[in-house]
């Protein structure tokens, strides 16, 4: 299985920047798509992005598209989630994610979950 591990969350003011990282367990990571996820209170679990193994497309939510930039080391086993712009909305728990399809983040399905870091944006 796929162990994931999220860290660089944080309280920041609106327009700053985060940068995200997930890193992953096991030697099979450059054959998973790797996604994030967020979740605020009250609300749902909601896709962010995604990144492909092969050759590396990716998707973004409509929400943060332009503003966040999702990309992997698969040398390093990790992946990444470039945050600017941040907007108080942007307020979540974030999760990474890893899968075997890539279609699987699209439909909000992955297979695997990390715990998520916590992502606070002040007005």
């Known amino acids: 299985q796929v162990q994931l591990v999220e860290s660089g969350g944080g309280l920041v003011q609106a327009g700053d920047s985060l940068r995200l990282s997930c890193a992953a367990s096991?030697?099979?990571?450059?054959?998973?798509?790797m996604g994030w996820f967020r979740q605020a209170p009250g609300k749902e679990r909601e896709f962010v992005a995604a990144i492909d193994w092969s050759p590396g497309r990716t998707a973004y939510a409509d929400s943060v598209e332009g503003r966040f930039t999702i990309s992997r080391d698969n040398a390093k086993n990790t992946v990444y989630l470039q945050m600017n712009s941040l907007k108080p909305e942007d307020t979540a728990l974030y999760y990474c994610?890893?899968?075997?399809?890539?279609?699987?983040?699209?439909?909000?399905?992955?297979?695997?979950w990390g715990q998520g870091t916590q992502v606070t944006v002040s007005s």
């Open positions: 096991g030697r099979t990571f450059s054959n998973h798509a």
């Open positions: 994610a890893a899968d075997r399809t890539f279609s699987d983040h699209l439909n909000n399905k992955p297979a695997y």
